[in-house]
T-cell receptor
């Protein structure tokens, strides 16, 4: 089956710890995105990547980092600099950045 | 990218058509109208999109006014499983939405038995 997978479904972070959220797609899409969603609110763009080895900051990139070493993978690291990381994180991809986005199931990050 | 305005919430009776409006009065000529929905604690699901003409697929119909300043998503026979938050987005380039809240708060549609 083609699609976008995110793991884990739930992730717990201790204070001062970095954690990495996985996003994989087998749709052969060039563009990939990370969004953050807080309860009752819409999605906010963290980072996006148009092609391998390239990525751009969104509005809320502070405290986050990404890499795009492979076309199918776009992991997001939530660093200790992100002071309020508890949220629902969504990964998406599209054939190009002008085309329809498709979303993964999301990862819920909780701080202990 | 243009901003959109949607009602906060709507109810619909099961089996009836659900008509969800969206205003996008500042839409540019190259911007598409997209609709997504998000069921609680899941990723948004793509529904339909269009530029100028009305569109229909197996999930829904999209009616865009001639001046493109508003649109309506129609779910022809709503079921309880259609209860979700529906997002209307106008965009020509998701990459340039960086810095903007592309997906606003949407419309919470509740389908009632």
């Amino acid at each position: 089956d083609g699609g976008i997978t995110q793991s884990p479904k739930y992730l717990f972070r201790k204070e001062g710890q970095n954690v990495t959220l996985s996003c994989e797609q087998n749709l052969n899409h060039d563009a990939m995105y990370w969004y953050r969603q807080d309860p009752g609110q819409g999605l906010r763009l963290i980072y996006y990547s148009q092609i391998v080895n390239d990525f751009q900051k969104g509005d809320i990139a502070e405290g986050y980092s990404v890499s795009r070493e492979k076309k199918e993978s776009f992991p997001l690291t939530v660093t200790s600099a992100q002071k309020n990381p508890t949220a629902f994180y969504l990964c998406a991809s599209s054939a190009t950045k002008q085309e329809t986005q498709y979303f993964g199931p999301g990862t819920r990050l909780l701080v202990l | 990218d243009a901003k959109t305005t949607q009602p906060t919430s709507m109810d619909c009776a099961e089996g009836r058509a659900a008509n969800l409006p969206c205003n996008h009065s500042t839409i540019s000529g190259n911007e598409y109208v997209y609709w997504y929905r998000q069921i609680h604690s899941q990723g948004p699901q793509y529904i339909i999109h269009g530029l100028k003409n009305n569109e229909t697929n197996e999930m829904a119909s999209l009616i865009i006014t001639e001046d493109r300043k508003s649109s309506t998503l129609i779910l022809p026979h709503a079921t309880l499983r259609d209860t979700a938050v529906y997002y209307c987005i106008v965009s020509h380039d998701f990459g340039t939405n960086a810095g903007k809240s592309t997906f606003g708060d949407g419309t919470t549609l509740t389908v009632k038995p």
